[in-house]
Each structure stands twice: as C-alpha cells, then as structure tokens.
C-alpha cells in the first residue's frame, strides 16, 4: 500500500474509531440517569464514570492530534484496556451482546493503530 492509500485508509478507521469513543466519553461526562443506571447495574460507582469519559475524551484528542507520538501510543494502550475492561465488565454480568460494542471497537482500534505504525515507520512494516 504506497503511503498515500495508507493516509487515507488510516483516516477513515480512525474517525469510524473516534467518533463513537468520543460520543461515548462526553455522554460519561454528561451521567445522565440511563447511563448512570448502567454503570451501576455493571457495579461500578457513579464517580468512575466520569473520569472514564474525560480518559476517553483525552485518548480520542491525542490520538487525532497526533503530534506527540509518545502520547498517542499511551492513548491507543489506554484504550485498549478501557475497551477490554468494557467488554469483560458486559460478560461478567451475563450482557453477551453489550460487550460485542467494545470488542468490535477493539479490532477498529487494532486496525488503527497498524496503519498510524504503518505510517510512522513505513520501513518496519515492511518486514
């Protein structure tokens, strides 16, 4: 794939990525009651959801902005635990079709993330 294609490409899933985390991440900020009511029913305390929304709301800004690569790649392993943690939190609570959500997003985030590594070391991704 010559390094254009790979732009683009890598631009779509990324946005396909962000938009729903950062959705997500400010509806977190905003608790209204039938999230609130969600969080609880994993058992997570209600302050929890909102520094989840503000950590996903941050991951979603470093990863778009891009201009720290260091940032950007604590920003896709942060989250691929907040992900992880979203979908076994739905299993363990027997909600099988609420945690395919996080898992779908996890190989989008994958995908993501092969293709800004693709870019960034081009050489590399090569071999």
Do not use: C, D
């Amino acid at each position: 794939m010559n390094p254009k294609s790979t732009n683009i490409a890598y631009w779509i899933i990324t946005t396909i990525l962000l938009l729903p985390l950062l959705a997500s991440g400010l509806g977190f900020i905003a608790a209204p009651p039938p999230i609130m009511e969600g969080m609880r029913g994993l058992g997570y305390p209600p302050y929890l959801m909102r520094f989840l929304g503000l950590a996903k709301v941050l991951a979603v800004l470093a990863i778009a902005a891009g201009s720290y690569p260091r940032i950007k790649e604590w920003a896709y392993a942060g989250l691929t635990f907040l992900l992880l943690g979203a979908a076994y939190s739905h299993v363990r609570v027997g909600e099988m079709v609420k945690a395919s959500a996080p898992l779908i997003l996890l190989i989008v985030l994958g995908f993501s993330y092969s293709l800004w590594k693709r870019q960034t070391y081009p050489i590399a991704a090569e071999v």
